[in-house]
């Protein structure tokens, strides 16, 4: 119901400021309910006021043009105090009104009859009147129908506030009660400290999932019985409220020196489970994060926005709770920059560039390959690491662009260098979301077949192995590009325990070998021994195999004694630009005949 804040005085000011505040749809609504008073009861002239200790503010009118007075001046006062129904058939003969400024002057109110409008609360907010120039009789009847009409007005007020500030699956207030709750404060003048903690506790993923399976019903259970749940565990203490911000994602607005922070929440909610019916159970992870404000220092939604960040770097941190840090905030408000400027690049292909690094061949020490690495000169920020943007990236949606500018530019050069000597194949980074992209393979195999080129100049390397070993959608997209005939990498092999198990489950040409596993061969017995056994197998597997990160010449050398097929690094050449590195491939092709 409206405003069911505790506290009479507290509930009744802060419905008032939702009521004063502007809503457009709300208001023409309420202008219809006057123009229909008007025509229902004969009377021409009718509005909705609203009354606070100082003024009546005017929300709805027809054929009247006042908007607001003292409310000293107002007659509606009269029907708000004495919360009964006011008839003045003719104000010059009534002794109250004889001398009022509103009958003497403009608007020159001659008849006037109000009935209070009462929230189901018991709240008194205001008056439905009919009014005119002139005197009227005024039935029983017709009180009747005014009195009919503010019901119908409340009814409809109290459905506004039920759709616009409460939620509908948990009924707590929402997150546009919270804004304006903060909005009131900081017009009534509070300057209490105060605190805004926020706590996302159901994994929504994960309940999505589940509702894929068992319906919305669950969730939705889920949903309200930790809207229950939560102010049982917390016990916050009269005046602290509780809301529902977004789905699963639950606020606490409290005083400064409340028990209520944002660590004391996360451990009194650690461990505990939520229903979602049937006997089952979900168990909640509960990540909180909290800013400290003096209301009126900063606009609502800013004090909102600040609660965000800090729960953001608690659940990316993954700790139970954070306080807003200004340090954190600016670096993801450059971090957002940064995608902006990225989405910019991508959009004006500007500032964006590949480098190639060369594989070479150890048994010949011929360049046999290349691998297309992203970069970007930023032109504010200079060259950026594709290790500060590319996991940016891989969260706003961009990634998928990048791979496509990537996938183009390379295509270029291949078709640019057709008849050339120094042609060679090219590999890819691709990570798992692409691989999941249903004709994804279609479309690398078309783009090739359009340049009129063969799909073995064009390799594709894994990243995110876990990823895509846990995707179904992955792993067909992998089979789809190796019955099309492209070279298949995959990237850090020897990085941990389970590298094997992808072997078997892959459909791989070429195993990368990571550089820890290969920087100390030239000096460590136990790495050299590692790296044969490993080598030896992949090769008895009919595996090709290339070690990246070759730094030194004992290191080729080690490789090469191994068997090792393939290798880069800065030993050969750093990832150079286009032109560089075609001059880079003409002398190292000519020495090598």
């Not at 409220?241 to 209520?260: D, I, K």
Request: charged share 20%; net charge negative; proline share 4%.
């Amino acid at each position: 119901m409206l405003m069911s804040l505790s506290g009479g005085n507290d509930c009744r000011s802060r419905t008032l400021y939702a009521l004063r505040s502007n809503d457009e749809s709300r208001d023409n609504v309420l202008r219809q309910f006057v123009r229909l008073a008007s025509q229902a009861i004969g009377i021409p002239g009718s509005f909705i006021s609203v009354l606070d200790d100082e003024m009546q503010h005017v929300k709805a009118a027809h054929n009247f043009t006042l908007t607001q007075s003292t409310r000293q001046d107002s007659l509606c006062r009269h029907a708000v105090d004495s919360d009964s129904t006011v008839v003045v058939s003719d104000t010059l003969l009534d002794t109250r009104f004889a001398a009022h400024p509103l009958i003497t002057g403009a608007p020159f109110i001659r008849f006037y009859a109000g009935v209070p409008l009462k929230s189901s609360t018991g709240l008194i907010l205001g008056t439905l009147c009919v009014t005119d120039t002139a005197p009227h009789c005024f039935s029983d009847e017709k009180v009747s129908m005014l009195k009919m009409l503010a019901a119908l007005v409340m009814s409809f007020l109290d459905a506004w506030y039920s759709t616009g500030f409460a939620d509908p699956v948990t009924a707590l207030p929402n997150r546009q009660r919270l804004i304006r709750d903060l909005q009131f404060l900081a017009a009534s003048g509070d300057t209490t400290p105060r605190r805004l903690v926020l706590i996302d506790c159901v994994d929504m993923p994960r309940a999505y999932e589940l509702a894929r399976s068992m319906g919305m019903g669950p969730v939705e259970i889920l949903l309200k019985d930790v809207a229950t749940l939560l102010p049982l565990r917390l016990r916050p203490a009269p005046g602290e409220m509780l809301y529902t911000v977004a789905t699963g994602r639950f606020a606490l607005l409290t005083r400064q020196e409340s028990r209520l922070t944002a660590s004391w929440v996360a451990s009194e909610l650690a461990g505990i489970s939520a229903d979602l019916g049937d006997g089952l159970s979900v168990a909640l992870m509960t990540h909180t994060g909290e800013v400290s404000f003096n209301t009126g220092e900063m606009p609502a939604q800013e004090i909102l926005r600040r609660a965000v960040s800090a729960l953001h770097e608690a659940i990316t941190r993954n700790v139970a709770s954070m306080p807003f840090s200004e340090a954190s905030d600016t670096r993801h408000t450059q971090d957002f920059t940064l995608m902006n400027d990225l989405a910019v690049a991508l959009r004006q292909d500007k500032g964006l560039w590949l480098a190639y690094q060369p594989k070479i061949c150890l048994c010949s020490g011929k360049p046999i390959g290349l691998e297309a690495l992203i970069r970007w000169q930023h032109p504010q920020r200079g060259e950026i690491s594709p290790a500060r943007f590319l996991p940016f990236a891989a969260q706003t949606g961009l990634l998928s662009e990048l791979t496509a500018w990537v996938t183009e530019h390379a295509i270029a050069r291949l078709s640019r260098l057709r008849d050339s000597y120094i042609q060679l194949p090219i590999t890819l980074n691709i990570s798992s979301s692409d691989f999941s992209r249903e004709g994804f393979a279609d479309e690398l195999e078309e783009q090739m077949l359009k340049a009129k080129l063969p799909v073995s100049l064009l390799g594709i390397e894994c990243l995110e192995t876990e990823r895509i070993l846990e995707s179904p959608a992955a792993m067909q997209g992998l089979e789809m590009l190796k019955l099309r005939g492209f070279t298949l990498s995959l990237d850090d092999f020897g990085t941990g325990y389970s590298n094997i198990s992808y072997l078997r489950r892959m459909p791989l040409d070429v195993i990368k070998l990571d550089r820890s596993l290969i920087s100390e061969m030239s000096s460590d017995t136990a790495s050299r021994v590692i790296a044969r056994t490993i080598i030896a197998m992949l090769k008895d597997l009919d595996y090709t195999v290339l070690a990246e990160g070759v730094e030194n010449a004992e290191t080729d050398t080690a490789l090469t004694e191994l068997g090792c097929d393939q290798a880069q690094g800065f030993f050969y050449s750093r990832p150079l630009p286009e032109a560089a590195l075609d001059e880079w491939l003409g002398w190292r092709l000519r020495s090598k005949c």
